[in-house]
């Protein structure tokens, strides 16, 4: 059976961080690239960044504040998260799949999906 299970969300203050974690288990994860979406009340899915062969890929809105690491012995990939803002407050999903890079900002690119994880963002 495959699970991804994202945990390590919260509420944090303005310019604070958090480290999320999702731990995976059932499919080749080495196999697979491991990617960030988030979801804000009444938005879509929107890609935070993935870690695809070894290499990390960012939006833009997060590029330089959030960093995605790959533990393979693991099998888990932990996203760090600092300087946050009020609109990094969502729900934070991980996926795993395999996508060609042009695809990789897509959500529906992933197959296998976790629960989430609500991170908030006050002052």
């Known amino acids: 059976e495959v699970q991804l299970q994202a945990s390590g969300g919260g509420l944090v203050q303005i310019g604070g961080s958090l480290r999320l974690s999702c731990a995976t288990s059932?499919?080749?994860?080495?196999?697979?690239?491991i990617a960030w979406f988030r979801q804000a009340p009444g938005k879509e899915r929107e890609f935070v960044g993935v870690?695809?062969?070894?290499?990390?890929y960012y939006d833009d809105s997060v590029k330089g504040r959030f960093t995605i690491s790959r533990d393979n012995s693991k099998n888990t990939v932990n996203l760090q998260m600092n300087s946050l803002k009020p609109e990094d407050t969502a729900v934070y999903y991980c996926?795993?799949?395999?996508?060609?890079?042009?695809?990789?900002?897509?959500?529906?690119?992933?197959?296998?999906w976790g629960q989430g994880t609500q991170v908030t963002v006050s002052s």
């Open positions: 996926g795993a799949g395999r996508p060609i890079l042009s695809s990789i900002r897509g959500a529906s690119a992933y197959g296998y």
């Open positions: 870690v695809k062969n070894g290499r990390t």
């Open positions: 059932g499919f080749a994860f080495a196999d697979n690239a």
